[in-house]
């Protein structure tokens, strides 16, 4: 019966790193690591004892000033440096400019070292072959003047540029101490380039604030002439000002409002009484009887006359009094209203003089602070440029030197060791790397967990590589050998075929592949010479009439075959052949111009393994390879239990995940997978030598 298993992914959740599978890997790959790991250290010891250029590295200790020392108490133009991260970063930066550099350049003539400028040594021979492929391609140089311009120029900076790189400025952690390395071929020209560097930065220190104090001064000096003549303008404005006016004290116009508040009083007491006036005439003007005129005059005579106007003497001095009375409101209300008039006139005079005098005087007052404001803004300017000026000759820099350089002795560069080590440890990375990438593009078998976990089928035997000989010579060897762990294998084979089914022991069982040469030939014969071995009757039948390579096995010559036995043409008594030396009957195939497929599919054939099956204990059918022809799932349809050989590191997982299922969609009868040509050597470099006595726990059973 079939033994089928659960089949499992091969490759699990990629986010899951099996780490001793990895580290069986890299044991496994370990003499791969180990090559590549020697020839990476042979190749980093080439280059550090032969190639590399011996450098020398000279180191210059500058120190940034703690604290300011002036001279004279001035305010200094350009003011000390701090002394946070930022500063010390700074100055970092500055002794690696490329400005400073280019100075160091010009003033070493760093153009003509052939260490820094590489133009001058001799040209590579990939330069050469450049300059010929321009030549053949016609390509002209550009014009003289332009090379020789550009090139000067390209020239200079590719020095800057490597110059840049053998300069190293390191700051001692929590100090303001700085170390100035600069390497080079030559230990004495790494020390005077070196010294020559932070000189060069002290003197630009230095250089700096002189500028920017002669910039200072410059610019003071326009300044102040400016301020000067700003000056007396504003002061002669106020001057002209103060000629042209009434020019009165803030007293004395404290005064005139105090006269106007007492004009403006008197002309609105005046205006009440006007007021008042006018009243009383309007009062009179509309008073028609005598009682109305009494009542508005609140004449005492007029009241007393009141009863008596029916006399005509009395109602004529009524009337005259009351005339007199009239007249003597009007003359009030004109005297009222002159007095008005010329209050009012003199007020707006007055008001108008006032007015004036405070405007002068608020605008004198303006004009005199401009003036004054002018005058200090002068005074200011004309002191911070004598202070400029007496700090032109008393800059001090803001560094400077706690130890100039040294001649080294011994080079820096290379450092061998480290060399050695960076290479080892590179040979070693790109070695495991090349074993892990072998073994992750590996598409073929190498231990029977991994073929039970891909097809879901048991694995019923694990063969290993017999030593090479012709194929006469395998039966011997089994022969030979009968201790040997392949010998055992085979054993084991025919033990778990014949377990497959304790109940119905199978009787005709197919070998068959997916494709050529996986040793299904080899595994059918052994197969049969053990179960011979055993008593039994034993017909080996080659299915295969296509390749038809049995014969080769044996020292017999086949008479005729098993397509003569099913054409009628021989008997099936006649074709057998008996191999003595196994105790197994063959049936060998013979060559036919029909087609094996229909020779299979036909009732004969059925025929034929059914009068087999009455003669014969078991039925070894060696069949073709299933993924080439169709022959073996037809003869699956006939058999009792299938083989299916696997080559050990060879046949591609796809391959037999697809030959398998070519077998299941006929449901034929696989009851389990050999790994066959097993390498006991390779499986213990893979890490698998622990079955069927290929690895330490085999010795003192079987031999090699």
Same mark, same amino acid.
């Given at each position: 019966?079939?033994?089928?298993?659960?089949?499992?992914?091969?490759?699990?959740?990629?986010?899951?790193?099996?780490?001793?599978?990895?580290?069986?890997?890299?044991?496994?790959?370990?003499?791969?690591?180990?090559?590549?790991?020697?020839?990476?250290?042979?190749?980093?010891?080439?280059?550090?004892?032969?190639?590399?250029?011996?450098?020398?590295?000279?180191?210059?200790?500058?120190?940034?000033?703690?604290?300011?020392?002036?001279?004279?108490?001035?305010?200094?133009?350009?003011?000390?440096?701090?002394?946070?991260?930022?500063?010390?970063?700074?100055?970092?930066?500055?002794?690696?400019?490329?400005?400073?550099?280019?100075?160091?350049?010009?003033?070493?003539?760093?153009?003509?070292?052939?260490?820094?400028?590489?133009?001058?040594?001799?040209?590579?021979?990939?330069?050469?072959?450049?300059?010929?492929?321009?030549?053949?391609?016609?390509?002209?140089?550009?014009?003289?003047?332009?090379?020789?311009?550009?090139?000067?120029?390209?020239?200079?900076?590719?020095?800057?540029?490597?110059?840049?790189?053998?300069?190293?400025?390191?700051?001692?952690?929590?100090?303001?101490?700085?170390?100035?390395?600069?390497?080079?071929?030559?230990?004495?020209?790494?020390?005077?380039?070196? /010294?020559? $560097?932070?000189?060069?930065?002290?003197?630009?220190?230095? #250089?700096?604030? @002189?500028? %920017?104090?002669? =910039?200072? !001064?410059?610019?003071?000096?326009?300044?102040?002439?400016?301020?000067?003549?700003?000056?007396?303008?504003?002061?002669?404005?106020?001057?002209?000002?103060?000629?042209?006016?009434?020019?009165?004290?803030?007293?004395?116009?404290?005064?005139?409002?105090?006269?106007?508040?007492?004009?403006?009083?008197?002309?609105?007491?005046?205006?009440?009484?006007?007021?008042?006036?006018?009243?009383?005439?309007?009062?009179?003007?509309?008073?028609?009887?005598?009682?109305?005129?009494?009542?508005?005059?609140?004449?005492?005579?007029?009241?007393?006359?009141? /009863?008596? $106007?029916?006399?005509?003497?009395?109602?004529?001095?009524? #009337?005259?009094? @009351?005339? %007199?009375?009239? =007249?003597? !409101?009007?003359?009030?209300?004109?005297?009222?209203?002159?007095?008005?008039?010329?209050?009012?006139?003199?007020?707006?005079?007055?008001?108008?003089?006032?007015?004036?005098?405070?405007?002068?005087?608020?605008?004198?007052?303006?004009?005199?602070?401009?003036?004054?404001?002018?005058?200090?803004?002068?005074?200011?300017?004309?002191?911070?440029?004598?202070?400029?000026?007496?700090?032109?000759?008393?800059?001090?820099?803001?560094?400077?030197?706690?130890?100039?350089?040294?001649?080294?002795?011994?080079?820096?560069?290379?450092?061998?060791?480290?060399i050695l080590m960076l290479y080892g440890v590179l040979g070693l990375m790109a070695g495991a790397a090349l074993v892990l990438f072998r073994e992750a593009i590996s598409d073929s078998f190498r231990d029977a967990q991994l073929l039970e976990a891909t097809t879901g089928y048991a694995v019923v035997g694990e063969i290993p590589r017999i030593p090479p000989r012709k194929r006469k010579g395998v039966l011997n060897y089994f022969a030979e050998h009968p201790t040997s762990a392949a010998a055992e294998a085979v054993r084991n084979l025919r033990t778990s075929v014949l377990l497959s089914n304790i109940d119905n022991p199978p009787q005709v069982i197919?070998?068959?592949?997916?494709?050529?040469?996986?040793?299904?030939?080899?595994?059918?014969?052994?197969?049969?010479?053990?179960?011979?071995?055993?008593?039994?009757?034993?017909?080996?039948?080659?299915?295969?009439?296509?390749?038809?390579?049995?014969?080769?096995?044996?020292?017999?010559?086949?008479?005729?075959?098993?397509?003569?036995?099913?054409?009628?043409?021989?008997?099936?008594?006649?074709?057998?052949?008996?191999?003595?030396?196994?105790?197994?009957?063959?049936?060998?195939?013979?060559?036919?111009?029909?087609?094996?497929?229909?020779?299979?599919?036909?009732?004969?054939?059925?025929?034929?393994?059914?009068?087999?099956?009455?003669?014969?204990?078991?039925?070894?059918?060696?069949?073709?390879?299933?993924?080439?022809?169709?022959?073996?799932?037809?003869?699956?349809?006939?058999?009792?239990?299938?083989?299916?050989?696997?080559?050990?590191?060879?046949?591609?997982?796809?391959?037999?995940?697809?030959?398998?299922?070519?077998?299941?969609?006929?449901?034929?009868?696989?009851?389990?997978?050999?790994?066959?040509?097993?390498?006991?050597?390779?499986?213990?470099?893979?890490?698998?030598?622990?079955?069927?006595?290929?690895?330490?726990?085999?010795?003192?059973?079987?031999?090699?």
């Amino acid at each position: 019966m079939r033994d089928r298993l659960q089949a499992t992914p091969v490759v699990g959740d990629s986010s899951v790193i099996d780490l001793r599978a990895m580290l069986h890997t890299l044991w496994r790959g370990r003499y791969i690591i180990l090559a590549i790991t020697t020839v990476a250290v042979l190749l980093g010891g080439y280059y550090a004892y032969a190639v590399a250029t011996p450098l020398y590295r000279s180191e210059v200790v500058v120190m940034l000033n703690s604290r300011d020392q002036q001279v004279v108490n001035l305010d200094s133009v350009v003011g000390g440096l701090g002394r946070d991260s930022s500063v010390v970063n700074t100055e970092v930066e500055v002794l690696r400019s490329r400005d400073l550099l280019g100075k160091l350049v010009d003033q070493q003539d760093l153009i003509s070292d052939p260490e820094f400028n590489g133009a001058l040594n001799p040209p590579s021979a990939l330069a050469q072959a450049k300059a010929s492929v321009q030549s053949l391609l016609g390509m002209a140089p550009p014009p003289a003047g332009e090379a020789t311009e550009n090139g000067n120029q390209l020239t200079r900076q590719s020095v800057i540029d490597a110059l840049r790189g053998a300069v190293s400025v390191r700051n001692v952690p929590d100090s303001l101490v700085f170390q100035v390395t600069v390497e080079a071929e030559d230990p004495r020209k790494a020390t005077r380039l070196a /010294d020559a $560097l932070v000189e060069m930065y002290i003197d630009n220190q230095l #250089e700096v604030k @002189f500028e %920017a104090t002669e =910039q200072a !001064a410059s610019w003071l000096s326009e300044r102040v002439s400016e301020l000067q003549t700003e000056l007396e303008a504003a002061e002669t404005r106020a001057q002209e000002f103060s000629t042209g006016i009434d020019l009165i004290s803030p007293a004395d116009l404290e005064g005139a409002e105090r006269q106007l508040k007492d004009l403006r009083d008197r002309t609105a007491d005046t205006q009440l009484r006007l007021d008042a006036a006018q009243a009383r005439q309007a009062a009179l003007a509309a008073a028609r009887t005598p009682q109305e005129q009494a009542d508005a005059t609140r004449d005492a005579r007029l009241e007393a006359m009141l /009863d008596d $106007l029916g006399q005509a003497d009395v109602a004529t001095r009524f #009337e005259l009094r @009351f005339d %007199a009375l009239v =007249q003597q !409101a009007n003359q009030e209300v004109a005297r009222l209203e002159n007095q008005v008039r010329v209050l009012s006139g003199s007020l707006s005079d007055f008001e108008a003089r006032v007015q004036q005098q405070n405007t002068d005087l608020i605008t004198l007052q303006q004009l005199t602070r401009e003036a004054e404001a002018s005058r200090l803004l002068y005074e200011h300017f004309l002191a911070r440029l004598k202070e400029t000026s007496a700090q032109q000759g008393i800059q001090q820099a803001d560094s400077r030197v706690l130890s100039h350089a040294v001649i080294p002795v011994i080079p820096s560069e290379p450092r061998k060791s480290r060399i050695l080590m960076l290479y080892g440890v590179l040979g070693l990375m790109a070695g495991a790397a090349l074993v892990l990438f072998r073994e992750a593009i590996s598409d073929s078998f190498r231990d029977a967990q991994l073929l039970e976990a891909t097809t879901g089928y048991a694995v019923v035997g694990e063969i290993p590589r017999i030593p090479p000989r012709k194929r006469k010579g395998v039966l011997n060897y089994f022969a030979e050998h009968p201790t040997s762990a392949a010998a055992e294998a085979v054993r084991n084979l025919r033990t778990s075929v014949l377990l497959s089914n304790i109940d119905n022991p199978p009787q005709v069982i197919m070998v068959s592949s997916s494709i050529p040469g996986e040793g299904k030939t080899t595994v059918s014969l052994s197969l049969a010479h053990n179960l011979a071995a055993m008593g039994r009757r034993v017909l080996l039948i080659e299915g295969d009439v296509r390749r038809r390579v049995m014969s080769n096995y044996f020292d017999v010559t086949p008479r005729g075959g098993m397509i003569s036995v099913l054409t009628g043409q021989q008997g099936f008594s006649e074709t057998v052949v008996h191999d003595p030396g196994g105790g197994i009957d063959v049936l060998f195939g013979d060559e036919t111009k029909a087609n094996a497929a229909d020779i299979f599919a036909s009732t004969r054939f059925a025929d034929l393994i059914a009068e087999v099956r009455q003669q014969y204990d078991h039925i070894i059918i060696d069949t073709p390879p299933v993924m080439v022809v169709p022959d073996a799932r037809i003869i699956a349809q006939h058999v009792d239990a299938g083989i299916f050989v696997v080559r050990w590191d060879s046949t591609p997982r796809k391959l037999v995940s697809e030959a398998l299922g070519m077998f299941e969609s006929v449901n034929a009868q696989i009851s389990g997978l050999v790994l066959n040509n097993i390498d006991q050597r390779g499986m213990k470099r893979y890490g698998y030598g622990y079955g069927y006595g290929y690895g330490a726990y085999g010795r003192g059973y079987y031999t090699s």
